[in-house]
Each structure stands twice: as C-alpha cells, then as structure tokens.
C-alpha cells in the first residue's frame, strides 16, 4: 500500500507549505497531495477558501491578490506557494496529487501544466488529477485524456465506483469513515485504484492495507511507513 504525504509532510510542518512538500520529499513517501485555488491568474497552494485557518491573515482568498496573499505567514516563515514552485520544488521526485478545489481552476491547470512541461520538465504521468468536483475532472478528460484522475467521494455511492469508470478516472479516492469491502471490490472489478484519506493511525492503515486498499493519504508519511513495515 502506497503513502500519500497528505497537504505535504501536515502532521508537523505548515500544510501545503515548500517547507512541507520538502519534508515528504526527505521521508521518502510515494506521492504528495497537495490542494489548488486559483488567485487571479495562478493557481496557489491552500486548503480553504479563506486564508485564515493556514496563514496570519483573515478573510476569503478572492479578496486577495497574488502579491497580498504572499506577503501573509503561512507557518514557520513560509509563503502560501504556487503549483509552478511545487512542481519544480517535487521535480519528479515522486508522484504529485493535485487536488482541484477552486471551480474556476481546470483550465488554468492546462495552461500551466502546458508550461511545466515546457520549461520544468515536469512529467505529466507522475502527476494524478483529483476533485470533488467531477465536472472539472471531465473537463481534464476531454481536453487530455492520458491524464490520470483521482475521483474523490465523501460517500459510499448507490452504485459504488460507477461514478470513477464514467469520468474514466484511475482511482477512487474514498473518506476512510465510508471505505468498505464492496466498495474496493467494485473499484477493483472496474480496474480502478481505491485511495482513502486521511489516515492517521497506525491500528486503521493496517486495517485498510488488509482490505486491499491501494494507498493513504496521511498527514505522518514517515511514520506511516514504519507502521506498515511493522506489520509485514
Ligand atoms: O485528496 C484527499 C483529501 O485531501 C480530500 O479532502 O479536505 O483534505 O482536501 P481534503
Ligand atoms: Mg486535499
């Protein structure tokens, strides 16, 4: 079962912050998820449609523009980061989940990815494209299909994993309060990948490792890692 070094290495250093995807990178986890909103026209590194939970200032993130929004602390000195530095931060190192929040993010995604790839080197196969939001997974899709895409559920759907083969997606990415038995088998029949956030025990991770679950996001992936090798 692979770890995803959830927000960056979160459990101790600032959320979605360089500090933290660098922390990942030292712990050696298999991918990093971070999360996107758009700030006029660049997509920046924050959970919250509001800046005050994450950094020292207060109020939505459309209230800002790019120069305010990085003048604020994010934690330990750290700025809130754009997905360009991340993606040159990450360097292919590892696999890079990024998660869509803002509705106004997917197309600005292509445009920046295209330049990524130009001047970065970025590799459009370690990244893995997820959201709440399905329509902008499908807009991914029809634009460049050989993307691959995490669909994302705070559910347990009537109808399990058919909602991940319609967006044509590589994996399910599942609350682990709704995770089951029938919905990693669904997944797996349809040749889907069952991802769960967030995982922070040890005791729950080997419980999900023994149902077949293929990767968690969580927010201690160095330890995450010992707790697996304990129970092999
Ligand atoms: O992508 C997995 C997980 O991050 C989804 O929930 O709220 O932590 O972004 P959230
Ligand atoms: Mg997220």
């Given at each position: 079962?692979?770890?995803?070094?959830?927000?960056?290495?979160?459990?101790?250093?600032?959320?979605?912050?360089?500090l933290?995807?660098?922390?990942?990178?030292?712990?050696?986890?298999?991918?990093?998820?971070?999360?996107?909103?758009?700030?006029?026209?660049?997509?920046?590194?924050?959970?919250?449609?509001?800046?005050?939970?994450?950094?020292?200032?207060?109020?939505?993130?459309?209230?800002f523009?790019?120069?305010?929004?990085?003048?604020?602390?994010?934690?330990q000195?750290?700025?809130?980061?754009?997905?360009?530095?991340?993606?040159?931060?990450?360097?292919?190192?590892?696999?890079?989940?990024?998660?869509?929040?803002?509705?106004?993010?997917?197309g600005?995604?292509?445009?920046?990815?295209?330049?990524?790839?130009?001047?970065?080197?970025?590799?459009?196969?370690?990244?893995?494209?997820?959201?709440?939001?399905?329509?902008?997974?499908?807009?991914?899709?029809?634009?460049?299909?050989?993307?691959?895409?995490?669909?994302?559920?705070?559910?347990?759907?009537?109808?399990?994993?058919?909602?991940?083969?319609?967006?044509a997606?590589?994996?399910?990415?599942?609350?682990?309060?709704?995770?089951?038995?029938?919905?990693?088998?669904?997944?797996?029949?349809?040749?889907?990948?069952?991802?769960?956030?967030?995982?922070?025990?040890?005791?729950?991770?080997?419980?999900?490792?023994?149902?077949?679950?293929?990767?968690?996001?969580?927010?201690?992936?160095?330890?995450?890692?010992?707790?697996?090798?304990?129970?092999?």
């Amino acid at each position: 079962m692979k770890i995803i070094a959830h927000r960056g290495y979160s459990g101790l250093y600032p959320e979605n912050t360089l500090l933290a995807i660098r922390k990942a990178l030292d712990a050696g986890c298999d991918g990093i998820e971070i999360d996107l909103y758009r700030v006029e026209d660049t997509l920046v590194v924050i959970h919250d449609a509001d800046v005050s939970r994450t950094t020292n200032g207060t109020g939505l993130l459309n209230n800002f523009n790019l120069q305010q929004l990085q003048l604020l602390d994010a934690g330990q000195g750290q700025r809130v980061p754009t997905l360009m530095q991340v993606l040159q931060l990450v360097n292919n190192q590892c696999l890079l989940n990024i998660e869509l929040k803002g509705a106004d993010t997917a197309g600005l995604l292509l445009q920046e990815l295209a330049t990524a790839e130009q001047q970065l080197g970025t590799r459009p196969e370690l990244l893995l494209i997820s959201s709440f939001n399905h329509h902008l997974l499908r807009f991914l899709h029809q634009h460049r299909p050989e993307l691959k895409l995490g669909a994302l559920t705070a559910s347990l759907p009537l109808d399990y994993a058919a909602f991940a083969s319609q967006l044509a997606a590589f994996s399910v990415h599942c609350d682990q309060d709704f995770i089951d038995e029938r919905l990693v088998q669904d997944a797996h029949q349809r040749g889907l990948q069952v991802w769960v956030y967030t995982v922070n025990s040890a005791v729950r991770a080997r419980q999900l490792h023994q149902l077949g679950v293929d990767a968690i996001f969580c927010n201690y992936p160095l330890e995450a890692k010992n707790w697996l090798s304990a129970a092999d």
